[in-house]
């Protein structure tokens, strides 16, 4: 049984910064990509960001140049610095664990985190 923490959120306001981050128990070392999707309620869950195991980053073009995905893939740990938060980057962000090398899609997901709140707003 795979177990994916998050932690990290809460609320800010808008234009501020908010680290979160996430940890994974797991038996498997240095193969699987930490990536982090997001959900609004009512709304489909998207992706975020990915590191995988090579070292490569994904962002989806919505948070590029405004957030940074980072971590340790060999001790399945991950961060996600978010800054200049917008008010529509309000969701809850999930962690996450895959065998892809950049999954984008939530079919390529093993394995999911509860979840953190991330509130941006004034």
């Known amino acids: 049984q795979v177990e994916i923490m998050e932690s990290g959120g809460g609320l800010v306001q808008p234009g501020g910064s908010l680290k979160l981050s996430c940890s994974a128990s797991t038996l498997f070392f240095g193969v699987q990509t930490m990536a982090w999707y997001r959900q609004v309620p009512g709304q489909e869950r998207e992706f975020v960001a990915s590191l995988n195991h090579f070292g490569e980053t994904n962002y989806a073009d919505s948070v590029k140049g405004r957030f940074t995905v980072s971590g340790d893939t060999l001790k399945n740990t991950a961060t996600l610095e978010m800054g200049s938060l917008k008010p529509e980057d309000t969701a809850i962000y999930f962690c996450?664990?895959?065998?892809?090398?950049?999954?984008?899609?939530?079919?390529?997901?093993?394995?999911w985190g509860q979840g953190t709140q991330v509130t941006v707003s004034s």
């Open positions: 996450a664990q895959s065998f892809y090398p950049q999954p984008e899609k939530l079919t390529q997901v093993d394995y």
